[in-house]
């Protein structure tokens, strides 16, 4: 069984927010005629307290974009974003909503950034998304959503180690694409076995 899965689809990752994909907004509606054809529909949320660590804010010696080392590795210093409750936080207000039927959030815990639905970027604390897949029977994803090259990657390479079937949908996907980082996450995808695939093809695919 099948489900679509969309990332951070939130104003805050669209031109006019805080942390804007150049040209975020314009998949909304392929999203949304993607959302009409899947029988499950889930949803990310980057949901981030303020002062958060991944934010540039809360190292005062750092600027936005900056990468320093925390104890589970490299971390991106990113604008303040998706700040819980906020208009930035929501999804972007064209998103149909209704066929979803579970919203991961992520990104709450203050020390932890999570770009994955699966686990936070510790590696080892889990979202509980996989669980759900697997009681659900759900064992392929249909990723879609911001930004390719973070959120999107990640989902898409931890959903891989899971033992899911994972597709990306090249065209309801954007990218960031920080000193090269768009392409790299092509090609990381592809050596892990993620599949890529155009809305149209999996508009067909699931097509009931
Ligand atoms: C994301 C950076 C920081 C994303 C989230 O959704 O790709 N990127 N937080
Ligand atoms: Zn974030």
Redesign the pocket.
């Known amino acids: 069984m099948q489900a679509l899965l969309i990332?951070?689809l939130?104003n805050d990752?669209c031109p006019g927010g805080a942390?804007a994909?150049p040209n975020g907004d314009t998949i909304v509606p392929t999203v949304n005629d993607l959302a009409d054809q899947f029988d499950h529909v889930l949803q990310?949320q980057?949901w981030?307290p303020p002062g958060h660590q991944?934010f540039a804010s809360s190292h005062p010696e750092h600027d936005p974009m900056d990468v320093i080392e925390v104890d589970y590795g490299e971390q991106?210093l990113?604008p303040d974003?998706?700040v819980q409750g906020t208009e930035g936080a929501d999804f972007h207000p064209d998103l149909n909503t209704t066929p979803t039927e579970l919203v991961i959030r992520k990104?709450f815990r203050p020390e932890i950034?999570?770009?994955s639905a699966f686990y936070e970027n510790d590696g080892e604390t889990p979202t509980g998304l996989a669980g759900y897949l697997r009681d659900r029977g759900i064992d392929t994803l249909y990723l879609c959503?911001?930004?390719?090259?973070?959120?999107?990657?990640?989902s898409a390479l931890d959903g891989r180690s899971e033992g899911f079937d994972v597709y990306v949908i090249e065209d309801a996907t954007r990218g960031?694409d920080q000193d090269g980082s768009l392409a790299q996450a092509w090609d990381e995808m592809n050596d892990a076995g993620v599949q890529v695939i155009s809305s149209a093809a999996a508009r067909d695919v699931v097509a009931r």
């Open positions: 990332v951070d939130q990752f942390l994909v990310t980057d981030h991944s991106v990113w974003h998706c990104g950034d999570s770009y959503g911001l930004a390719t090259d973070f959120c999107v990657k990640w960031i």
